[in-house]
């Protein structure tokens, strides 16, 4: 009862949008029950092709009810949602059959599951207080990546740790012990679909392995500014177990 409408095309690649309104006359004595709605991408010399499609159920009375729905393609794949305003407005209010069933609303979109967490650990040690060993860059490498990842990769400030050795606050500096809590903090209440980075900076070493279990019998280390050749050093063992084991 109705003939197809188009909206105008969108050139944006990203995140097209459409925010214009497209008017139905409908027939009082043929009734419309639902909209189709197909969104295609339409390319300019090439094929158009169909991205995916929906089915909007129309709700009985009159008034306004606003929907996310999902589109699916012809083999049912999902294909992202859209969400659509109704506004339904009769200049005589229909009478449906006794015996007819309402229409059924259509039901909202499952909601989207929230977005992914991101966290980073950053450490660079240019060993300001070392009498040997001292490296002039890697304080700028942390002050990069740190820009780098808020600035172009949405990691929220407050979910970056960056420790380096010019820091003021104690608990900034990359010790042995403040990178430990580090591991910790970035995997503390991590879920399945987070994105957890670690970036490290600095001096990297070989110790004797007492474990037996590496066949060149030498681990390899990173040397963190209170570096002793003891407990004060993060062995790969270590970051195997904190980044995978546990």
């Excluded at 009082?28 to 709605?37: D, L, M, N, R």
């Excluded at 294909?79 to 259509?106: C, E, M, R």
């Amino acid at each position: 009862p109705c003939s197809p409408k188009a909206t105008s095309n969108r050139r944006d690649n990203v995140n097209p949008t459409w925010n214009e309104t497209l008017v139905f006359d409908v027939d009082e004595a043929e009734p419309v029950s639902q909209i189709s709605i197909t969104v295609i991408d339409k390319d300019l010399h090439e094929r158009d092709e169909i991205i995916g499609s929906t089915v909007i159920q129309l709700p009985p009375g009159r008034g306004s009810v606003t929907y996310e729905y999902a589109l699916t393609t012809s083999s049912g794949t999902a294909a992202g949602f859209i969400a659509v305003s109704i506004f339904l407005q009769y200049d005589d209010a229909p009478v449906l059959p006794v015996t007819a069933p309402s229409p059924p609303l259509a039901p909202p979109l499952t909601p989207v599951t929230k977005a992914a967490n991101k966290k980073a650990l950053i450490v660079g040690i240019n060993y300001l207080t070392w009498s040997q060993g001292k490296l002039g860059g890697c304080i700028n490498d942390a002050n990069n990546m740190y820009t780098l990842l808020t600035t172009h990769f949405g990691f929220p400030e407050t979910n970056v740790l960056k420790l380096t050795d010019d820091a003021e606050d104690p608990s900034l500096m990359p010790t042995t012990a403040n990178i430990r809590k580090g591991f910790e903090w970035l995997f503390r209440d991590a879920q399945a679909g987070d994105v957890l980075f670690f970036h490290y900076s600095g001096h990297g070493s070989q110790v004797a392995d007492k474990t037996g279990t590496e066949e060149d019998q030498l681990n390899e280390c990173l040397c963190p500014v209170d570096m002793d050749w003891g407990d004060n050093m993060i062995t790969d063992d270590e970051i195997h177990r904190v980044f995978v084991d546990e």
